[in-house]
């Protein structure tokens, strides 16, 4: 690698930091887990078995029994009642005991209508499971061996299932409110499946965990069929280094990170393009609503989204390549097809705010609504890709965010716990968005988003469809009609320094700490209060003094030093307003850069007879600025590692600094009359041949 792209991947480094905010704040505090690999990939996605169960499982009060089957309908009504008399006879009261009594593979257990409090699995860990030796986690919780989960199932888990081939655990109601697992905030996760190739899970729900309600781990072939999860501090579902897995027919609500998580699916397809054999995960017909975050994942690799509705959380989906601990990394190859992503705007963080969720679980009151945010993320906001490569977004209805549609940044691999140099800028590249129903609900009536795209830069191959909306930046690479087309293409190694400040700022929350950022509107802060308009204010100040006062001492001869300086402040008064929420996605701060950029230039012509090369920097800073402004709002410069905006900025330090020396040397001659022009060598008010 050349000195000078080590500079600019070392400058990514540092600034990159900034756009990994978006999930460092509480990144390590998000999944961890023993160390795990991905499974051979010789497994398959299991089938429903619909014959006589193996095992039962039932509760011992006909008289609850009868009542919860009252409604159904008669055929299953009777199948019911036939079951419980086998079950009274020989099944068992909890699930655990029948998840035990398994002893081959390609068994069913029939899970009757009842609520399973699993009381033998509820108690704290006694004896030597009290003293297990491994290490914690962020969040306090251990992480156990495979080994320590075989020996002490229930310090962590209600029910237990390790190393079960091809089970499939069925309940048997009308519907999945039917059958209830309830782990009343005892137990990391109600269901756990570990090691347990093919398993099959189908009509029941699970709820109230301290972490996740059902949890696939290392697993070759899982089907998750009309199961209900809701009321956990973090996951509804969650899947982690699987492969052959398909979610179905599933619905999550009121959990602090996301309703469904495929984190570290089995990364079948690194080193691929758009097209791939097959996915590792598929989810389809789901809906996940009333989260944080609809669906997430870190590493979800090849994880295939289509025909699901992801409604009335903060965020609708995200994606990421944020947290260290997660085989397969960097995040790649998530296909989206169909889904209706809407109305994404809850903003749980008031309840981390008023102390709700510093209270247990137990007294947060997650049932009547309560969600305690887990994470930093833009609330408002469509589907969120934090460091991701060759995703699909395509089809889908995504309408009615107060943020933004498609939010995409990137993230630097030592976040990730790798160093090498090469990984540094290896996340946002080749992210697809085409063919999306934006700011429109599936009737036809207009639903707009605040901002289509918010993007914060970097990365190559990246593209969006023609008829986006509203963005930032307003000019964007677009798709061509075939997938790897890119009009306009980029490839920067950093993104913008004002979204990298801003992804800084509201990177620092702590759900544990009560710590909400300042300065940043993901947590209600507006105008003023804003870090984007303070820095914009800041510098607008700064540059409206040093410029008036460099024209007041040595251009206020020059019609043209002072019609440029006018531009100027009318420029600066603008990009303040550009910032602000409401504008930054719209034309007011191309313009403001327009008319800097002009202000800049009619100065440089102004100092040119006797600064030559005080001109010429200030001539070079108003071609960046007008640059800029061409960059961010009619196109995008391709293959450039840095964005105008970067020049610019360094640029203009070094003329504030300079603009100061030259103005504060007094001026040994009177200013020339006002009427005289820039023409001669004394139309400066500076004495000839003065030097700044």
Known sequence: MSWTRRLLVALSVVLAALAAALVTASGAQAHEERPVTFPDGSGSVPVLR??????????????????????????????????????????????????DAVDRPGMTIAVLPGLYEEEPSLAPPAGSCAALKAPRSALGYQILSYEQQKQCPHNQNLVAILGKKDLQIEGTGASRLDVVVDAKYAKLNAVRADKSDGIYFRNFTAQRTTFNSLYVLAGDGFVIDDVLTRWNDEYGFLTFASDHGLYKNCESYGNGDSGIYPGSASDINDGRGYDVPRHSIEITGCRSHHNMVGYSGTAGDSVYVHDNEFDHNMGGASMDSAFPGHPGLPQNHARFERNLIHDNNQNYYRYVDDGTCAAPPVERGYEQGVVCPQISMPPGTGIITAGGNWNLYEDNWVYGHQHAAFFLSAVPAFIRGESAWGKQTDTSHHNRYAGNHLGVDPSGRSRPNRTDVWWDGQGSGN??????????????????????????????????????????????????????????????????????????????????????????????????????????????????????????????PAVALLLIGLWWAGVGLALRPHHPAFARTTLALGALTLLDAFDKAVLMIPWIPLGPAWPRTLLAVVWVLWAVVAAGRAATTAAPPAHEEVTGRTGTGLPAGGTA
């Open 50 to 99: 619909t014959g006589e169960p193996d095992l039962l499982v039932c509760k011992t009060d006909r008289a609850d029994f009868e009542r919860r089957t009252a409604n159904f309908p008669d055929a299953l009504k009777v199948r019911n009642q036939e079951l419980f008399a086998r079950c009274s006879r020989t099944g068992y009261r909890h699930i655990q005991q029948a998840v």
């Open 463 to 588: 593209c969006w469809q023609a008829d986006a909306g509203a963005s930032t930046p307003g000019a964007l690479p677009a798709c061509g009609t075939r997938r790897g087309d890119v009009s306009g293409n980029t490839g920067r190694l950093v993104g913008e320094p004002v979204k990298l400040a801003q992804l800084l700022v509201c990177a620092d929350y702590s759900v544990q700490a009560r710590r909400l950022p300042a300065g940043c509107d993901w947590y209600g802060a507006r105008g003023i209060q804003r870090v984007e308009t303070q820095l914009a204010l800041a510098s607008a100040l700064v540059l409206a003094l040093v410029g008036g006062i460099l024209w007041w001492r040595r251009l206020r001869g020059s019609r043209l030093a002072g019609a440029a300086t006018l531009l100027g402040l009318v420029g600066l008064a603008l990009e303040v307003a550009g910032s602000t929420l409401r504008l930054t996605a719209g034309p007011v």
